[in-house]
T-cell receptor, first 109, second 114 residues
């Protein structure tokens, strides 16, 4: 089972700041998904990246997939308190979704 | 996308007892997945539940502790047996959504064992 490393583990920032969350592996990802989980809810899919070098945007969120498909990043511009939550990268390994350790983001107003 | 109803949403249980968690999906799905999320941590796959066959358990999880039923294509249960405080976690069910490549999750069951 390929291990997914996420960093940082925890991020506490002020509203309006920018931030980046990273997801890395020593092996090539077949594809990578990013999820956000809010307290009391299950994770919700934000994006799937498949092609090396791919960049996808979702409003203030920008997702990048490394050229070698061994790393990915999530960048949030002008963070808002509503962005608070647990951000998880995940890889589909066969039929199973395997998650990274997650990044807890807290955005203070 | 699929809609999942999971219940109970939370429970407080005595050690040594068992709790059965139910997961209902609004569409037929081949595989259902059960995850555990310990406080402040990520999700760990417990097992994959296929209709008509025994569940497939991940390393570190055994059927005697986490028996799973999958009587049809829209429903599954996970039982946490002979509970101890270490079983205090959030338990989530999930399905692979055929409308896109993502997975849909229930809201989870927050279990506290005292």
């Amino acid at each position: 089972t390929q291990l997914l490393e996420q960093s940082p583990q925890f991020l506490s920032i002020q509203e309006g700041e920018n931030l980046t969350v990273y997801c890395n592996s020593s092996s090539v990802f077949s594809s990578l998904q990013w999820y956000r989980q809010e307290p009391g809810e299950g994770p919700v899919l934000l994006v799937t990246v498949v092609t090396g070098g791919e960049v996808k945007k979702l409003k203030r969120l920008t997702f990048q997939f490394g050229d070698a498909r061994k790393d990915s990043s999530l960048h949030i511009t002008a963070a808002q308190p509503g962005d608070t939550g647990l951000y998880l990268c995940a890889e589909l390994q066969g039929n199973k979704l395997v998650f990274g350790a997650g990044t807890i983001l807290r955005v203070k107003s | 996308s699929a809609v999942i109803s999971q219940k109970p949403s939370r429970d407080i249980c005595q050690r040594g007892t068992s709790l059965t968690i139910q997961c209902q999906v609004d569409s037929q799905v081949t595989m259902m997945f059960w995850y555990r999320q310990q406080p402040g941590q990520s999700l760990t796959l417990i097992a994959t539940a296929n209709q008509g066959s025994e569940a497939t358990y991940e390393s570190g999880f055994v059927i005697d502790k986490f028996p799973i039923s999958r009587p049809n294509l829209t429903f599954s249960t996970l039982t946490v047996s002979n509970m101890s405080p270490e079983d205090s976690s959030i338990y989530l069910c999930s399905v692979r959504d055929s409308s896109y490549y993502g997975y849909t999750f229930g809201s989870g069951t927050r279990l506290t064992v005292v």
